[in-house]
């Protein structure tokens, strides 16, 4: 009956708003972040320790703020604050994503990343303590152990897209007809302007498509091999 009583009072210490859930839940909030800022700081992303540990800390500080306020004030929506948190952290992920000259996209992970680091302060925040944790190192598992088998599938993907220049435009049809002799299809073509070698006349972004599977490396060189080719790189 006893050790009934003091789980009760445990839990409602740890999920009430009160000096120790609060010291937890924010201290919690920094070690969480931290964990997922170290794994993007080490790649050199935009966004690191300090980005996903302030992400994390400011959104259990607000769904903090909005249970401070339900249980001292009375009413309100238990979800509003959190729910416009989810709603800005789109404004900081968005500028963590770049196009390059060469059309390359980047920036999209460390983007998802920062807006599941949010989700996990709310969860913190809120005290939600279980889902946090797991949610914590589920992210980072994505961040860290997965990055390779993502890299693996996309090199024995039968699709590329390369950025390549040429030294004349007539040299497009000559690589487009190379390509096919070694049963790879241009199934899509935009034509742009050089941005690496000066003595490039033109340059497009090709999305290549090969019969049999083929490692990204060995396409490239096939295509760095045609006549005209001046620089070429998989975007």
């Not at 993007?40 to 909005?66: E, I, Q, W, Y």
């Not at 992210?139 to 699709?159: E, N, P, T």
């Amino acid at each position: 009956m006893f050790g009934i009583q003091l789980s009760a009072q445990m839990v409602e210490l740890l999920r009430g708003v009160n000096g120790f859930s609060i010291l937890l839940r924010l201290c919690l909030a920094i070690f969480c972040g931290g964990i997922i800022g170290v794994e993007r700081g080490k790649k050199g992303r935009p966004a690191g320790f300090r980005t996903h540990v302030l992400v994390c800390l400011g959104s259990a500080l607000t769904v903090l703020t909005n249970q401070y306020m339900m249980e001292f004030f009375g009413g309100g929506d238990p979800a509003r604050l959190g729910a416009q948190v989810i709603n800005g952290i789109g404004f900081l992920g968005a500028g963590t994503i770049i196009v390059t000259g060469r059309h390359k996209v980047k920036g999209l992970t460390t983007a998802a990343g920062l807006w599941a680091c949010a989700c996990m302060g709310l969860a913190i925040g809120i005290g939600f303590y279980e889902a946090a944790i797991i949610a914590c190192f589920l992210i980072w598992f994505v961040g860290a152990a997965l990055h390779r088998l993502d890299g693996y599938f996309m090199q024995k993907s039968k699709v590329v897209e390369l950025y390549v220049e040429f030294g004349a435009v007539d040299d497009i049809s000559g690589f487009i007809s190379r390509m096919r002799a070694q049963e790879i299809r241009v199934t899509e073509i935009d034509i742009t302007k050089s941005t690496n070698s000066t003595d490039s006349a033109v340059a497009a972004v090709m999305l290549l498509r090969s019969a049999v599977k083929r490692d990204h490396a060995e396409i490239l060189a096939m295509a760095s091999d045609v006549q005209g080719v001046k620089f070429v790189e998989s975007i």
